[in-house]
């Protein structure tokens, strides 16, 4: 059986076609077809499909049943000794919806998750490598100029200092 990962209201849903769900409140009346094209991932028993963000031309597609809202919570806030009370209800609204069908687009690569994404990863983490390997040489040959700058430095200031000295010995 397929399934579907898809986003909406700021939320992810994990469902398959016939699951019943509540979502955030959607501008749709009763009875209104509504498609999701923010589909993060489609398994089937065979091969699965994961979106980089999301799966181009794949689509959810579900049936509103009712729109409502849900049971009040009550927001009780206090702080003691000072007085401080405010009571607050709240009701979220949402929309029912019945998912019907779970489609994409045949062009889309399905990809086994096992083989396919151990390869990918591998090919990513060997470019990693060469790359940090380009940015440390770099970095070495700064660092050891940098060491023959101090040491230089701390040559001349010495230099000076026993010259200094020499001078003051003369003069005594």
Excluded: C, W
Excluded at 23 to 29: M, R, S, T, W
Excluded at 32 to 37: E, L
Aim: avoid cysteine; charged fraction near 35%; hydrophobic fraction near 30%.
């Amino acid at each position: 059986m397929t399934s579907a990962i898809f986003e909406t209201g700021g939320k992810q849903y994990k469902v398959k076609e016939g699951d019943e769900l509540y979502i955030e409140k959607l501008d749709a009346e009763d009875n209104a077809k509504v498609k999701f094209d923010a589909v993060l991932a489609i398994f089937n028993e065979d091969s699965s499909t994961i979106g980089s963000p999301y799966i181009k031309g794949a689509t959810v597609t579900a049936k509103v049943i009712k729109s409502g809202k849900a049971k009040k919570i009550i927001v009780y806030k206090m702080l003691r000794r000072k007085g401080y009370r405010r009571k607050q209800g709240h009701r979220q609204p949402y929309t029912k919806v019945i998912i019907e069908k779970i489609s994409q687009k045949s062009t889309e690569k399905s990809t086994d998750t096992k083989k396919e994404a151990v390869k990918e990863v591998k090919e990513t983490a060997k470019t990693t490598e060469k790359v940090e390997k380009v940015e440390k040489a770099p970095a070495k040959a700064t660092a050891t100029k940098t060491a023959t700058a101090k040491t230089t430095a701390t040559k001349k200031a010495t230099t000076k200092t026993a010259a200094k000295a020499t001078d003051k010995s003369k003069e005594d």
